[in-house]
């Protein structure tokens, strides 16, 4: 899951809000659809190529937006899709 190119290292907006924006847009394009696990905060970490901190940040935003529900033991899942325009 390499997904560097997807994100502005240097640009105004937290790293942690352009990668939960890569995740929301990918929940939307159905390429975690409901009930499937996304990616571990690990390897979300390694993919963006940012820390485990800002990962976990990202998830954060996605499980507060309703779209994920975190299991214990066994990851995190969709839950619901973004509304149309905020993918």
Request: hydrophobic residues 40%.
């Amino acid at each position: 899951m390499s997904c560097v190119g997807e994100i502005d290292l240097d640009g105004p907006e937290p790293l942690f809000e352009q990668v939960a924006g890569v995740l929301r847009g990918r929940i939307a394009a159905g390429a975690y659809p409901v009930g499937r696990r996304i990616p571990s905060v690990r390897d979300i970490a390694d993919g963006f190529r940012v820390s485990q901190t800002t990962a976990e940040a990202a998830v954060r935003v996605l499980r507060r937006e309703g779209l994920t529900r975190a299991t214990r033991g066994r990851g995190t899942f969709v839950i619901a899709i973004p509304p149309a325009g905020n993918a």
